[in-house]
């Protein structure tokens, strides 16, 4: 009992979603005493969705033992760095489990079976946990199980309150002060350093949003700003990040190997939004502004270059992608004279 009440307690000390999962696997695989438990979440990929192993704990004895082979978990914990995974019709179990929101079992080997893992509404990473047994579950084990899931839920809504945007679900400026840290450091999953990739810091801008709100109505401003949200997640791929700081601006954090790549993503963002027909609005443009993420950069001031470049972007007349452009030498050399005059 004691050792059920540590492990909770170092559960609700955990503030990151990604590494709660993680720590939720290995509680779960403890206490059932199970071969293995893994957590599969549905993650959005461009316009595909695609099963992602977010977290897995195998005991280490048992990963190497026969048993293990006559039970194997289904994937293997797939990163996306670490090639393709599976896509949303490629594991109906899993898919059936989700939907259904009931508790399946899964064909042999072994005595497998699947819980949803659906967490408060509006946050995108529904999943599901998979139990590896080489025996069925006594009743005792599975009440286990659901007051764990419960206890979980709970703490995870706690956190993704913590971490995201109460209105459109995508993550929040305090989060992106803390992604953006390890991203410059080259230490924020996503990125594929053996192929040159580095980190591109984007703004997107709804243009003229004071009218949408002025024509229609703060309501259907908040639908507006829902639905450029769903659609910039549907249109992002594996490994980027989306986050809302308020108001009418989203930042995007993207790899690619270099500026051309870059601005195909973000243009691809932008585009999606003005062909999407928006109830009662129609048609809405966005501005993106965009850099590239250096080591020394800190989250104010990749932010400030960003946001010179949608400035430019509103200049040169809206509905447009730009990078931002690095001062010519003389005007640098301006720009410095005139920062000294501020002290
Ligand atoms: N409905 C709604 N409106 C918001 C929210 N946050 C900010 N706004 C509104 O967003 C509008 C932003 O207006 P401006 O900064 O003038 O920009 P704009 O009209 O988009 O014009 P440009 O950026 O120059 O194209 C203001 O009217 C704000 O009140 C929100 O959460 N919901």
């Known amino acids: 009992m004691s050792e059920l009440i540590d492990h909770l307690t170092s559960l609700t000390r955990l503030r990151d979603a990604d590494v709660l999962d993680t720590a939720l696997a290995e509680l779960a695989r403890d206490l059932m005493q199970c071969d293995g438990v893994a957590i599969h979440r549905l993650v959005h990929d461009g316009s595909q969705q695609r099963w992602l192993t977010t977290a897995m704990a195998v005991p280490p004895d048992v990963a190497a033992s026969p048993a ?4 194997p978990l289904l994937s293997p914990c797939a990163r996306p760095e670490c090639g393709s995974l599976p896509l949303r019709e490629d594991r109906p179990h899993w898919l059936s489990c989700l939907t259904s929101q009931q508790a399946c079992p899964l064909p042999r080997p072994g005595f497998r079976w699947l819980q949803p893992l659906t967490e408060a509404c509006g946050v995108p990473t529904p999943g599901v ?26 703490l995870r809504g706690l956190i993704d309150e913590n971490e995201r945007d109460g ?57 507006v700003l829902l639905l450029t949200a769903q659609l910039m997640r549907s249109t992002c791929r594996l490994g980027d990040r989306l986050y809302r700081f308020g108001g009418e601006e989203f930042v995007v954090l993207l790899s690619a190997p270099d500026e051309s790549h870059a601005f195909a993503a973000f243009e691809r963002l932008r585009s999606g939004i003005e062909a999407h027909d928006f109830p009662q609005v129609r048609r809405l443009t966005v501005s993106v502004g ?54």
């Open 167 to 223: 209105l459109t679900g995508l993550l929040n400026r305090k989060t992106f002060d803390e992604s953006f840290v390890r991203a410059a450091q080259g230490q924020l999953g996503g990125t594929r350093p053996g192929q040159g990739h580095r980190w591109w810091l984007g703004l997107v801008d709804i243009d003229h949003f004071k009218r949408v709100n002025d024509t229609h109505g703060h309501l259907i401003g908040d639908e």
């Open 290 to 343: 965009f850099t590239a993420v250096d080591p020394d950069d800190t989250p104010s001031s990749a932010f400030e270059r960003a946001d010179q470049a949608v400035y430019a972007a509103k200049q040169a007349g809206r509905n447009r992608t730009l990078a931002h452009q690095a001062p010519a030498a003389s005007t640098a050399g301006e720009a410095a004279v005139g920062a000294v005059e501020f002290f």
């Open 68 to 71: 293990s082979q006559a039970c």
């Open 129 to 154: 946990i998979e139990f590896a047994q080489h025996q069925a579950l006594a009743p005792g084990q599975l009440r286990m199980v659901a007051s764990l899931l419960r206890f979980y839920r709970q």
